[in-house]
């Protein structure tokens, strides 16, 4: 440990622990094991951090999160494996995030995400940066989202399952196929509803580029189309918009299928 600025008399931090530079760790919280956390991070109290974790610069753990505990996975053999928080993530309380297993090795948390409480990110998760989990909101394993998607309170996404990068997914949602960038899903029963307008507004996206989207949008969900006859017209008609090249490689990549 070195420069800490203040760790509580009651907190218990690992000699095998290394804090940054101006890092708060609170009452009654433990870091246990080889955890590196970040300059200016702050623990709160009754925050476990407990295994290989790696987090960033300037983040904010809020009272009982629980951070890089071994996967809820019946094919966990204790192998070794870590969780990644980039910098300025936001973890509220009562989240859960568990580590990697042999699949992958890690879980991954970008830079600037917000978890909000008693999220949850099982193993071998890949989040991007700018990443939205709203209260209750749970990933199983594997799941990888894009950056700046929004995922509602009390929705569930299956594991290995895909969200596209500045996807809104409404809360309560069920979902358990690929969700494609830049759309917005709504629930009962889960399905598209169009392009994440608003999202794309606030994050500054021009008018010809949401209109481009929309477009895209017609010809996959409007057109009767199947997914090879889908790509064919999207790279035909709107190939020449770097978003619209975002969704089709999307679907050329997918496995478990797009949402419908």
Known sequence: MKNVAEIHETAIISPRAELGEGVTVGPYAIVDGPAAIGDGTVVGPYALIEGAVTMGQRCRVFSHAVLGTIPQDLKFEGEESNLVIGDGTTVREFVTVNRGTKASGTTRVGAGCLLMAYAHVAHDCVLGD???????????????????AFIGGLAAVHQFTRVGKHAYIGGMSRVSQDIIPYSLIASEPTRVVGVNV?????????????????????IIYRENLNKTQAIARLEAELGNVSEVGDVIDFLKSSERGVLK
């Open 198 to 218: 608003v999202g794309l507004q606030r994050r500054g996206f021009p008018p010809q580029t949401r209109t481009a989207l929309k477009q895209a949008y017609q």
């Open 130 to 148: 700018n990443v939205v989990l709203a209260n209750c909101a749970t990933l199983a394993g594997h799941v990888e989202i894009g950056d700046y």
